[in-house]
C-alpha cells in the first residue's frame, strides 16, 4: 500500500525559509503527478505545485519564484522549499499523489496527513 506522509512545517517569520518533505511508503512505477496543496479553515484546498509525469512542473501563481518542488529519481520523496515566506501562506499542507501505479495496484488519488505551516512575526 503506497503511504504519504509529511515533515517538516512550523513556525516561521514572514520572509523566512522551510523546506517540507512527504516520504513515500511502498512503491510507486509511475504516477501522473505529485505534489503540495494548501488549505486554510474554512477554505478549498488549492494546488500550490506539482509535478507531472516527473517531467515538468506547476506553480500556484502565488508562489512562483518563492517556491520549488522537486523528487528523488527513486520516487521516495517529494519536496517543498519555501522561500520568503508571507503570512499568507499560513495553512496545512497536504502532500498528494494521483494515478498512481504500484505494480498491479492502481491509486486514484492519495493524501498525507498534513502539515502545519504558520508564518507570523
Known amino acids: 500500500q503506497v503511504q504519504l506522509v509529511e515533515s517538516g512545517g512550523g513556525l516561521v517569520q514572514p520572509g523566512g525559509s522551510l523546506r517540507l518533505s512527504c516520504a513515500v511508503s511502498g512503491t510507486i512505477s509511475r504516477f501522473y503527478a505529485m505534489g503540495w496543496y494548501r488549505q486554510t479553515p474554512g477554505q478549498r484546498r488549492d494546488l500550490v505545485a506539482n509535478?507531472?509525469?516527473?517531467?515538468?512542473?506547476e506553480y500556484a501563481d502565488s508562489v512562483k519564484g518563492r517556491f520549488t518542488i522537486s523528487m528523488d529519481s527513486a520516487k521516495k520523496t517529494v519536496w517543498l522549499q519555501m522561500n520568503d515566506l508571507k503570512p499568507e501562506d499560513t495553512a496545512v499542507y497536504y502532500c498528494?499523489?494521483?494515478?498512481?501505479?504500484?505494480?498491479?495496484?492502481?491509486?486514484?488519488?492519495?493524501w498525507g496527513q498534513g502539515t502545519q505551516v504558520t508564518v507570523s512575526a
Open positions: 509535478i507531472l509525469s516527473g517531467v515538468t512542473t
Open positions: 498528494n499523489a494521483d494515478d498512481v501505479y504500484s505494480g498491479s495496484y492502481y491509486y486514484d488519488d492519495i
